[in-house]
């Protein structure tokens, strides 16, 4: 395959940033998108030009490095897939593809492709967690049955993998399904119900200081969702939250 | 040659953690508010190390180079994670998690750390299920269990096929609620380029900011190192991009010894290498084996007609089909352990039985398993057991349900859905059951720094059992580090904060800004995937499946050529002080280079088989690893003298006092 690339080119942070364009050659089907910019990497190198920076490490689709904005979607035209599992096959002989980094105010970009998600460890910082102790007398883990549906559920929502495509999604620039989705696993095990008033109301209140937009339900973060994370969640936690303001 | 001393404790087996534990020295809260630690790595070892150690109250800084502690490779791990809770009933019990370790590491590793691993297992899923790690459940809300490799038990615990995931993100909300406390300082994409060591302990480490380039000093009165295996050494590996060495082989070059570095583990069921272009290998969970019936044509007709598209496999009869694990390995059929079904994969196509275009592949089918299932699901819901398609449609469910994301990910990557063809597979490197050298406190032969997880080498022997590594990762990070590094730092109490400001910092800061200088301004023109490309190719070939003396002599000569044609020839673009992945990764791959010469040293030492390591001079009539215990019942720990060729063997005894020495078999 023959390919013209768009890619967004930012030395720095401070830098403007522009797009750039690059012809590539021989690019097989079988290629993963990442792979074919290890292709234009080894070329831009071989010329003397600083190759374009990007993410990436598991290319397995589950550590959420990757994030690349493709024609115009997170991840590229693939449903379900992040960009190291987005193939070659997706793309015709003679396509352009425009490549831009995952763009929020919160995610600003570190050079080319990159951005810094920091702010999405901030809000886990916040309340996504169960406050236990490591000790080798917990009690036993069968001691308390879970029905199969929440378990099911709660699994569900944890297979977030915090890549942010969500995020870069949104209109508004939201991080609701990713906060949902934590809120959620916990608010669904009784092992989390303990907590659940007052993390969804210090996570959310992180999200907000972290200057995501507000969630408008257009359920454009469910469609573009690696990991099919469901819209059920921001219900969920929707729920919990007025839940938890009441109550407080 | 001297022997070196893994300090384990006294008494009979079952009682020498409890013992210890009791015995060893504490350090009171007040004064763990005194002390620092340092945690390279933030997988299931290094995070749930860097959690418990700031529960307790330790000031812990921790470090990765990814750009948040959840993305560590840990997260990839997909099947499971063993545990002797014996809820199924089955006999299972932590003798018998004991004796399978040790029996599937090949009778390579040390008693009383394996022992002390199935002892603290159960505790793990305890600890998980506490913090919300929703593990899989049957309809009563109880634990549910599968089976893998090498055991006759189902004790192992999972989340679909992202069990890693679900640990990690596990240990990862703990560490985020000491990060919250301020109790961790985390450090996101920061290296670790040197160790430092102030009056022969570990004091500090030396890290790159990997942002903007800037070199920084991080003092402690301990350093951690929990920062993975060296799987990448081969270039294809199922580990991650960054997966590197780099942090255990700086700490090697400062003194601590190198164990068994040749004991790879090549797991067998990977989606095959489809090009030259590829980056990596995807793993398909060993837990597949569970329902999977691994197979090839009986024929090599047979086999030539899929290769070239003639002949479907799902049209090929039962009759002309060979389930070879089956066939040779009646008693654990598919399951056997994964050196086993690697090496057996590997026979079959080298025979030219190959099921795909380059001939390196077997089928692993689903079809038994999808009719089995669908036939207890028609039986359950009334319905015609006899309706094919009907059945074929339930059974396709069930699938769906246990390894629904990996069968998405092999359709992503091939292209082929394996709900209607079997997938191929072949074998890939996947882990290492080598690392450095640790005794039983987890420390090295550095005081002050300590190994944890695949990072170290004690648990696994020369062959690593499916679903036990995020055993070990997280037994050591909560259940055994905290306790022990507490003995080492009973002596910090009245050291006070460590400075930075000292001769030994400055001397390893330079040496650092050096080698970045020397690397950065290469006048090269070939690119460091060049270099690593070609190093995994001769680590492959020559120290891959199996190994021959001939062959490790002449790798060990490739690689010290290509170590020299690096510093000659490489090429770096961009500048030092910036955002620069290929100089990041030259640094890594400059240690690959040096690992490597030791690699395929240790192999070439260790003239028998075990486990994954297999001589082709040492295999019985049927070709099985023959082990060779009257002269290598023993850890190799290598110590470091300057170049690999100069490092000094150094043997732990392997005392067997509670498990007979016996061949291993699995027919």
Known sequence: MKLKLKIWRQK???????????????????????????????????????????????????????????????????????????????????????IE??????????????????????????????????????????????????????????????????????????????????????SLLPQGKVEANDRVLNMVKQMDEEGFGNCTNTGACEVECPKGISLENIARMNRDFLKAKISS | MSKVNAKIPEGPISKKWTNHKNNIRLVSPANKRLIDVIVVGTGLAGGSAAATLAELGYNVKAFCFQDSPRRAHSIAAQGGINAAKNYQGDGDSIHRLFYDT????????????????????????DQCVAQGVPFARDYGGLLDNRSFGGVLVSRTFYAKGQTGQQLLLGAYSAMNRQIARGKIQMFNRHEMMDLVKVDGKARGIITRNLINGEIERHSAHAVVIASGGYGNLFYLSTNAMGSNVSASWKIHKKGAYFA???????????????????????LMSESLRNDGRIWVPKSKSDSVAIREGRLKPVDLTEDKRDYYLERRYPAFGNLVPRDVASRAAKERCDSGFGINKTGEAVFLDFASAIIRYGKEKAHLKGLDEDDLSLVKDLGKEVIKSKYGNLFQMYEKIVDQNPYETPMMIYPAVHYTMGGVWVDYNL????????????ANFSDHGANRLGASALMQGLADGYFVLPYTIGDYLADDIRTGSISTDCKEFEE??????????????????????????????????????SRNEKELKEAIKEIQLLRKDFYKNVSIPGSKDSFNEPLAKAVRVSDFLELGELFAKDALERSESCGGHFREESQTKEGEALRDDKNFTFVSAWENKGEPSEAVLHKEDLIYENIELKTRSYK
């Open chain 2, 260 to 282: 068994n570095p040749c004991f790879t583990q090549i797991h067998p069921t990977c989606i095959p290498v489809s090009g030259d272009h590829q980056s990596k290998l995807t």
């Open chain 1, 12 to 98: 720095n942070s401070n830098d403007k940033g522009k797009i750039v364009s690059y012809d590539i050659e021989n690019i097989s089907p079988d290629m993963s998108f990442l792979e074919m910019m290890d292709v234009l990497n080894e070329q831009l190198t071989s010329k003397g030009i600083d190759p374009v920076a990007f993410d990436h490490d598991c290319r397995e689709g589950i550590c959420g490095s990757c994030s690349m904005f493709i024609n115009g979607e997170a991840h590229g035209p693939d449903r379900l897939v992040t960009t190291c599992q987005l193939h070659m096959r997706k793309f015709k002989d003679g396509d352009t593809i425009h």
């Open chain 1, 101 to 186: 980094p995952f763009r929020a105010n919160s995610f600003p970009v570190i050079k080319d492709l990159v951005v810094d998600r920091s702010s999405f460890d901030r809000i886990q910082h916040a309340g996504g967690y169960i406050s236990i102790n490591t000790s080798g007398n917990t009690q036993d883990a069968n001691a308390i049955p879970i029905e199969k549906n929440s378990a099911d559920k709660a699994f569900d929502a944890a297979t977030c993998i915090g890549c942010g495509a969500c995020v870069a999604t949104c209109k508004n620039s939201s991080a609701m399904l990713f906060v949902s989705a934590k809120v959620s696993q916990f």
């Open chain 2, 102 to 125: 040790v029996k599937g590491g090949d009778y390579r590793s040390r008693e009383a750390n394996v022992y002390r691993l199935a002892e603290v297992s159960s505790n793990i899923i």
């Open chain 2, 508 to 545: 390893a800061e330079k040496a650092v800004k050096n080698k970045i200088e020397l690397l950065i301004n290469n006048n090269g023109d070939k690119s460091v995937d060049y270099f690593h490309k070609k190093l995994g190719k001769i680590i492959w070939n020559k120290c891959g499946m």
């Open chain 2, 443 to 454: 420390m090295t032969t550095i005081p002050g720094c300590f190994a944890i997880g695949e």
